[in-house]
């Protein structure tokens, strides 16, 4: 690679290393797998709806970006998030089917939901066949199924028939809709996309985080009231960790502020509330100056899962950039400049192109959470999104830079 560790060359090439490997996870029957560490399908692992969803995404932006052979991919996915994994009698999508398509998993959740609306929106920026009606699909599923209008935020799960609904309510999988609303707002021009984003976050962080001294409850009741001690006995738990996972205050932070630079009138708490996310994460997750972050955090902001995952640091690099982009400030230039050599040294895997997805804190590899490299959407987001603007959302704004 050329320049130095988060230069735009050195981003760019590291990209297309990265998308080699991605290409690995193709599945000629239909959808994509879950890839090892060398980059060869894991034999224990069946279809995964969020692996999907993701990796049409990566590769509808990347044709966006000018990246050959990359729409195909696209295409693929589009068709298995509309064959493989959709539920013909009921809509919506399965979280885990065989390699027949057979569900091995009946409900119906709105992280999945989420990442199939933000592919769909990408996809349909990208012009991939069969996109549209794909989105309109994730659209309306949102909007009729999980989007709860009392509370200002989705709900976690719902049966197969959408009948009964999970009393659990999260906020990774409210976090990650915000980013597929904003998305599906600027590819449809449909405002209630944005309003809903804005909505969700004001809750989630405006109220709830402000009220945990920026550290995010991830875990709540049925009616929205913080479990603090949730999962306190699965402390590692991929999805639901206990206690506040630092990453998401990374990844909550840059999507305030994209939503602060979408608004023609931004409240002033949005770019308040990304910087104190911002220096509440930096200051629990600072161990000794080792490199990387924690994954998790107790509710003092003292480590419980100390191993440092590849999303984490990518979130919290985009975090930094885009607060630089925002308001100038320097100190935010600086975190870039050191998260970026700390990738370079340690998270890139200069064998396959791809990133480890986890170490340990002596920056060696782990299994504790991840087995594998799964998927490449952490990863092609912190090497693409630097070269954009805030708003609107790449799927519009990539092209104009490629």
Not at 32 to 48: I, Y
Not at 92 to 116: E, L, N, Q, T
Not at 292 to 301: E, I, M, V
């Amino acid at each position: 690679m050329s320049d130095s560790p988060g230069s735009a060359a050195w981003r760019h090439a590291a990209r297309a290393d990265l998308l080699t490997f991605a290409r690995r996870s193709e599945r000629p029957e239909g959808g994509f797998v879950w890839l090892d560490d060398t980059g060869s399908p894991d034999p224990d692992k069946q279809l995964e709806l969020w692996i999907n969803a993701r990796m049409t995404y990566v590769f509808a932006l990347a044709h966006l970006g000018g990246v050959g052979d990359t729409l195909r991919l696209a295409e693929h996915g589009v068709t298995a998030l509309s064959t493989l994994f959709h539920d013909d009698e009921h809509g919506g999508w399965y979280d885990v089917v065989d390699a027949h398509g057979a569900p091995r998993d009946h409900a119906k959740r709105c992280y999945g939901h989420s990442f199939v609306l933000l592919a769909a929106a990408t996809a349909v920026a990208a012009g991939a066949k069969g996109a549209q009606e794909l989105l309109d699909e994730a659209a309306a599923v949102h909007a009729d199924h999980f989007w709860e209008p009392n509370a200002g935020r989705c709900v976690e799960e719902l049966s197969q028939d959408w009948s009964v609904v999970d009393p659990y309510r999260g906020a990774n999988s409210n976090m990650h809709t915000v980013e597929a609303y904003l998305v599906a707002g600027d590819v449809t021009g449909v405002p209630v996309w944005h309003e809903r984003a804005a909505a969700i976050a004001e809750r989630i962080i405006g109220i709830h985080a402000r009220a945990h001294e920026w550290r995010i409850p991830e875990h709540y009741d049925h009616d929205w009231t913080p479990v603090p001690m949730y999962n306190d006995d699965s402390p590692a738990d991929p999805f639901r960790p206990f206690g506040a996972t630092p990453g998401h205050a990374f990844e909550w932070a840059r999507l305030l502020l994209q939503l602060a630079a979408g608004q023609d009138d931004p409240r002033p708490w949005l770019v308040e509330a990304a910087e104190a996310l911002f220096a509440r994460a930096v200051e629990d997750t600072a161990e000794d100056d080792t490199p990387g972050l924690a994954y998790t955090t107790n509710w003092h902001g003292e480590p419980i899962v100390h191993e440092r995952f590849h999303w984490v640091i990518a979130e919290a690099v985009l975090a930094a950039q885009a607060l630089h982009t925002y308001t100038g400030q320097a100190i935010y230039a600086g975190f870039v400049s050191r998260w970026w050599s700390e990738i370079d040294e340690h998270f890139v895997d200069d064998t396959t192109g791809s990133w480890h997805h986890e170490l340990t804190p002596a920056m060696s590899p782990s299994t504790r959470t991840w087995r594998g490299k799964p998927d490449a959407y952490h990863a092609f987001n912190a090497l693409t999104l630097p070269d954009l603007p805030l708003a609107p959302s790449a799927a519009l704004t990539i092209g104009a830079e490629a």
